[in-house]
């Protein structure tokens, strides 16, 4: 036998957030016993995953260990007749989470969901809310609004910890249809929860949201001002975790 050769070292990316998540990859010639990337501290073993290509992803938060920021990435490979490593070109920078920032990023990307999946029946340019509207709170316009209306709530969610390294926090928001006829109401409901539903592979690869169900319903009819007002609300609930 001959000592493994490494070729092709590279990443699939040079910068990621602690929930992101990387491949690493590279060829070894020469059948290698073990291969495995060392990125900081952190040992990720690379398994065959097609001819001599050997490659395998990880999570920031596994990554960043004692510090968020990693300067090189090495190859490494191993058999009974010697060893072969290689450094990636680029280097990986791990960063912390904003939360702040995750919470705004969610709620703009539900909205433009619903916004760009659920037809207003009036066309308007905004029917779509985060609170009640202020033009049918302020008396003194009266103007009032027309009705249906969707109120997204804000982003609610409770941090637990997961293992030593990671947490997740449990996300959840309500989505609030309102209108004056109870047929156009269940028709808009069901298409917010197609709309939502059927975003829930991009909101988990993208935005990092899994698990992304309907926890609940609540329906109610209520006067406001002379208008008879049907609600219909669906909540939502999903992990944002660091880590599967």
Not at 186 to 215: G, K, P, W
Request: proline fraction near 2%; hydrophobic fraction near 35%.
């Amino acid at each position: 036998m001959t000592a493994p050769s490494i070729t092709n070292a590279t990443q699939t990316e040079s910068s990621i957030t602690e929930v992101g998540s990387v491949t690493f990859s590279c060829d070894v010639a020469n059948t290698p016993t073990d291969v495995w990337v060392k990125i900081g501290n952190a040992r990720t073993v690379l398994t065959n995953t097609t001819g001599t290509t050997y490659s395998a992803s990880e999570r920031g938060y596994i990554i960043k260990a004692d510090t968020y920021t990693t300067a090189e990435i090495t190859f490494y490979a191993v058999n009974a007749d010697g060893y072969d490593t290689a450094n990636s070109d680029t280097a990986l920078a791990v960063t912390a989470m904003d939360y702040s920032t995750m919470y705004e990023t969610l709620w703009e990307a539900i909205y433009d969901r619903v916004n760009a999946q659920v037809t207003d029946p009036l066309d308007r340019s905004k029917w779509i809310y985060a609170r009640f509207p202020q033009d049918d709170i302020d008396g003194a316009k009266k103007k009032g609004i027309n009705y249906p209306i969707i109120i997204i709530s804000k982003i609610r969610a409770r941090t637990e910890r997961k293992t030593y390294h990671a947490k997740r926090a449990m996300i959840s928001f309500d989505i609030d249809i309102m209108d004056t006829g109870g047929e156009r109401l269940e028709q808009l409901s069901s298409d917010v929860f197609y709309a939502i539903n059927s975003y829930r592979d991009t909101l988990r690869c993208t935005y990092h949201l899994s698990d992304l169900e309907l926890s609940n319903t609540f329906e109610d009819d209520f006067m406001r001002g002379a208008e008879s007002l049907h609600l219909k609300s669906l909540t939502f609930e999903g992990r944002y975790g660091f880590g599967d």
